[in-house]
């Protein structure tokens, strides 16, 4: 598999990747710092601009996507521009510059990349004998200029596919231990009760929230675009007897904001059936407010997703402004805007 191929493959099915709702607004664009990878436009007319690296992602990626950065700045000076990078791997003391300089990643291995392939249809010419170039997938028709991109809920409309193959919509089953899933995530899958909910939890997501899988079987991450996700963020997060919907103190820089969050505890959130915890002991002391749902009580994906969006609605307003008052540096250019 080429880099230009994993290229392919995120460009024309971006939300099978990176779960959100893009629209395709440049591929390769040039100017006299290079040529970035790919630009997409999100709904609210945001360009994203992604860099994509094959294998490890290398030191000189984050000087190259800021010239990208300002290259598509300097073009439209107007707009808000993020930057992200996406690699096999990246390691983790580079994840923390990328947080620093407020460049979003994604870790994508590569089976994940054979997976969307063989489910849409498309074949790595570079993996059949062949010298001639790289294939589209079969019978799709390549997009040149912005399809609209979109997903699912009561405010967005469904995206509109190459072919007509639409990621498959959430089961409206209980969740059950070892349940297939039909979510796009990491490629080994996580658990299914997670798939389920994050899937449940797209469809009508809170504002201006991020999803990140990084390739992981047991949680998943959502962010709001103004905090620096290396702080703290939101996060599902399944063990083998309970799925949470939880706020994760993860620096030491934002352990004071637990004083602010701790009165919350005893707050009924989805529909009243479940109750914020506070856990003190959570990641070497640092905290986590969380609604908790025991698997054996069968909770649906939309009771998990409910909880999610009733504990962001609570907390995130309030410690934002904290935030801004007492941790800046725990804030992204998107809260100064």
């Not at 990491?186 to 997670?194: M, N, T």
Request: with cysteine; glycine share 6%.
């Amino acid at each position: 598999m080429l880099e230009s191929e994993m290229e392919d493959l995120l460009w024309m099915y971006p939300d099978k990747f990176l779960r959100e709702p893009l629209k395709q607004f440049r591929r390769q664009p040039r100017s006299a710092v290079g040529r970035a990878d790919l630009v997409f436009e999100d709904r609210l007319e945001r360009l994203l601009v992604v860099e994509i690296k094959r294998g490890q992602l290398q030191r000189g990626a984050i000087d190259q996507v800021h010239d990208y950065f300002g290259m598509m700045k300097h073009e439209f000076p107007n707009k808000s521009v993020e930057m992200m990078v996406i690699a096999q791997s990246i390691p983790s003391e580079r994840k923390v510059a990328l947080d620093r300089y407020n460049i979003e990643y994604r870790e994508i291995p590569d089976q994940r990349f054979r997976d969307v392939a063989l489910e849409m249809g498309y074949l790595f010419q570079s993996e059949q004998g062949s010298t001639s170039g790289i294939s589209g997938p079969r019978n799709v028709v390549t997009l040149e200029s912005g399809p609209v991109v979109e997903v699912g809920g009561a405010d967005m409309p469904k995206r509109d596919f190459p072919g007509g193959n639409a990621p498959d919509a959430p089961s409206q089953n209980r969740l059950k231990p070892d349940q297939p899933t039909t979510v796009a995530g990491p490629s080994k899958g996580p658990r299914a009760e997670l798939s389920a909910a994050v899937n449940a939890y797209s469809l009508t997501p809170e504002p201006d929230t991020r999803v990140c899988w990084d390739n992981a079987k047991y949680y998943c991450q959502i962010v709001p675009r103004e905090w620096k996700r290396s702080y703290l963020h939101y996060e599902f997060y399944q063990t083998s007897g309970r799925i949470g919907a939880e706020l994760h103190l993860h620096s030491d820089k934002v352990v004071s904001i637990a004083e602010f969050l701790k009165p919350f505890a005893g707050r009924a959130v989805a529909n009243s059936e479940v109750k914020l915890e506070w856990d003190q002991k959570w990641y070497a002391g640092k905290g986590r407010l969380a609604a908790f749902f025991s698997l054996a009580s069968s909770p649906s994906p939309e009771t998990v997703a409910a909880g999610m969006r009733g504990l962001i609605s609570l907390t995130r307003a309030g410690v934002s402004d904290y935030l801004a008052s007492h941790i800046p540096a725990a804030l992204t250019d998107h809260a100064k805007a």
